[in-house]
T-cell receptor
Framework: EDQVTQSPEALRLQEGESSSLNCSYT??????LFWYRQDPGKGPEFLFT???AGEEKEKERLKATLTKKESFLHITAPKPEDSATYLC????????????FGGGTRLMVKP | KAGVTQTPRYLIKTRGQQVTLSCSPI?????VSWYQQTPGQGLQFLFE???????NKGNFPGRFSGRQFSNSRSEMNVSTLELGDSALYLC??????????????FGPGTRLTVL
C-alpha cells in the first residue's frame, strides 16, 4: 500500500526565515510526486511535479527536490502570503491517476 | 482556460438523504477524480473516471458512487447520508493517462454538511 508522511505537521516561521518541509513516501513504482498548496476553504493549487530521483524544480521562493524515499519543499525568505497548508502526493504506475496524499504541513509566516 | 468548476459550493442535508455533486473538468481533460477531505482523515481518493469508465476506486462504501458523461463532466452521488459524510468534496481533472504523470487540477470543492 502506498504511503505518504509529511513533517512537521505545523511550522511557524518569521518572515525571511528559510526552512524545509519533508515528505517521506513508499510507493509501488513512482509515476510522479506532486506538491500542492491549499488555502483554507479552497481546493489544492498545483505547485510542482517531480518524476525521478535527483530532479529539482523552482518557482519564486519555493524549490522542490526528490530522492528515492523523500521529497523536500524548501522555502527561501518566506513572506506572510506563503502561509498555507502544503500537501505532498504520490501517483503510482499501477493506479491510474489516483493520488495518495500526506497529511500536509500547515505553514504560518509571521511578519 | 477556465478551471475545474464544482456545483453546488455548499450543501446542507440531513441524515438519510441523498446528494448529487457535479464537476466540470478543464476543457480537453478526459480524466476526472473525486476526493473527500476531512480534518481527521485528510484527502482520500474516492474514484476516478476516464472516458466514461470507472478506472479506480478507493476504500469507501457502496453508498458513494459516480459517473462520467460523454463530455467528461462527472457527478458523484452519496446515498443514505451519515453524519461522518460531512466533508469537503474535491474534484480534479487531468489531460491524459499516458506516459508521465499528468498534473491533476482541483476545483474549489463542495462543502457538504450533514445534520
Amino acid at each position: 500500500e502506498d504511503q505518504v508522511t509529511q513533517s512537521p505537521e505545523a511550522l511557524r516561521l518569521q518572515e525571511g526565515e528559510s526552512s524545509s518541509l519533508n515528505c517521506s513516501y513508499t510507493v509501488s513504482g513512482l509515476r510522479g510526486l506532486f506538491w500542492y498548496r491549499q488555502d483554507p476553504g479552497k481546493g489544492p493549487e498545483f505547485l510542482f511535479t517531480l518524476y525521478s530521483a535527483g530532479e529539482e524544480k523552482e518557482k519564486e521562493r519555493l524549490k522542490a527536490t526528490l530522492t528515492k524515499k523523500e521529497s523536500f519543499l524548501h522555502i527561501t525568505a518566506p513572506k506572510p502570503e506563503d502561509s498555507a497548508t502544503y500537501l505532498c502526493a504520490v501517483q503510482a504506475w499501477n493506479a491510474g491517476n489516483m493520488l495518495t496524499f500526506g497529511g500536509g504541513t500547515r505553514l504560518m509566516v509571521k511578519p | 482556460k477556465a478551471g475545474v468548476t464544482q456545483t453546488p459550493r455548499y450543501l446542507i442535508k440531513t441524515r438519510g438523504q441523498q446528494v448529487t455533486l457535479s464537476c466540470s473538468p478543464i476543457s480537453g481533460h478526459r480524466s476526472v477524480s473525486w476526493y473527500q477531505q476531512t480534518p481527521g482523515q485528510g484527502l482520500q481518493f474516492l474514484f476516478e473516471y476516464f472516458s466514461e469508465t470507472q478506472r479506480n476506486k478507493g476504500n469507501f462504501p457502496g453508498r458513494f458512487s459516480g459517473r462520467q458523461f460523454s463530455n467528461s463532466r462527472s457527478e458523484m452521488n452519496v446515498s443514505t447520508l451519515e453524519l461522518g459524510d460531512s466533508a469537503l468534496y474535491l474534484c480534479a481533472s487531468s489531460l491524459s493517462d499516458r506516459g508521465e504523470a499528468d498534473t491533476q487540477y482541483f476545483g474549489p470543492g463542495t462543502r457538504l454538511t450533514v445534520l
